[in-house]
């Protein structure tokens, strides 16, 4: 924050000795981060540039070596041109560690044609952390809800669809505490959307067999959406959470949205753990229970573009590209309005991009 906020302070200068301060009393994994925000701070305010190089020369004797190999690399850029700067201080990897994880190993599981480069890689979105609600603890560990695509490529029946454009997280479909607990996930592809359904038994003593979803349109055009496959989840016992699906075509030129109504179909089955064995010879009964209604919105066929350097790439932009529109807009502040367009449209902000300027109003008039 230091190294973002500091260069644009009334008096820049101080800020180094706070970042230097981390470097002498802090851990390795902090040194080497004021190591970088140190480069960075010298690479924004050419007055501190001298003072600083001094400083980071004597982070090449550090006992880490993450935090010499970070030292190295900010005197390298500092002694260089603008161009290595940029490339060595400034230029962010196009994507968090985590995605990049989940990028590699979805293609990895499915590899497209032409260089392997950050344009060639899945987009995978960010796993959500959803909060734990339980009044009795005061804190939680977080459960991730992620979007999963590696799972639909291992599903022959997904094969022919090609490659994921975008899943989007997980969107809870029942309150806490119920009998079964329910979200959806949607994986859009270029001419079908795959819905999958997160379903979880919570109740002791019953399995639930041959798990689907009842899907009803409620807005949206009908024409523009044909149903091709349903795959249930054979047997869910007590605890478990397991995923049915349910696959919708669309035409590969149109980005259709639409509202659905869902019901939960499957037949349930009294059996304690002894009995699971003799599933098969265990008279069910037809149990049908209605969740939330969801939608399919233009923000889920937004998919990230992959960007190496976005600052070039949005310069190579021309007037052709822009488009300026007043509206009005239901928020209070500049800051909130740009949060929930940026949610609103499933958009991805570079480099911070989406951070208002200090003075900015909603009431000013001009492009942000």
Not at 326 to 349: C, N, R, S, Y
């Amino acid at each position: 924050m230091l190294a973002v906020f500091g260069p644009t302070a009334v008096a820049p200068a101080r800020f180094t000795r706070f970042i230097f301060n981390r470097i002498i009393l802090e851990g390795a994994a902090v040194r080497a981060a004021a190591v970088q925000a140190l480069g960075e701070f010298a690479g924004s305010v050419e007055s501190v540039k001298a003072s600083a190089v001094e400083l980071l020369r004597g982070c090449l004797t550090d006992e880490n070596d993450e935090v010499r190999d970070r030292a190295i690399t900010a005197l390298t850029a500092l002694q260089g041109d603008a161009a290595q700067q940029d490339a060595l201080l400034f230029r962010k990897l196009p994507l968090t560690p985590t995605q990049l994880r989940l990028s590699l190993q979805t293609y990895k599981m499915r590899p497209t044609e032409g260089p392997f480069d950050y344009a060639h890689l899945p987009v995978v979105a960010e796993p959500v952390k959803k909060e734990e609600k339980q009044a009795e603890t005061s804190v939680k560990n977080a459960e991730p809800a992620s979007p999963r695509p590696n799972r639909l490529y291992e599903i022959p029946e997904f094969a022919d669809y090609g490659a994921i454009l975008r899943s989007s997280p997980a969107t809870e479909l029942t309150e806490e505490e119920t009998e079964y607990a329910v979200s959806v996930i949607r994986h859009v592809f270029a001419s079908h959307v795959v819905l999958e359904f997160l379903v979880k038994n919570t109740i002791e003593g019953q399995v639930m067999t041959a798990v689907t979803m009842r899907l009803s349109l409620k807005e949206g055009d009908v024409d523009q959406w044909k149903p091709v496959l349903q795959l249930p989840a054979p047997v869910i016992l007590c605890g478990e959470e397991k995923s049915c699906y349910v696959a919708l075509e669309f035409a590969a030129d149109e980005i259709p949205e639409a509202t659905f109504s869902a019901k939960l179909v499957f037949e349930a089955k009294d059996a304690e753990e002894d009995e699971l064995d003799e599933l098969d010879t265990i008279e069910g009964y037809n149990e049908e229970y209605s969740v939330e209604d969801f939608s399919i919105q233009l923000g889920d066929y937004m998919s990230r573009p992959v960007l190496s350097d976005f600052r070039a790439s949005w310069n190579e932009l021309s007037a052709e590209n822009e488009a300026v529109e007043k509206m009005t807009l239901p928020f209070e502040d500049l800051t909130t309005a740009v949060q929930k367009i940026i949610e609103a449209l499933g958009l991805h902000a570079f480099e911070g991009t989406d951070r208002v300027p200090i003075g900015v109003g909603i009431e000013e008039e001009g492009e942000t």
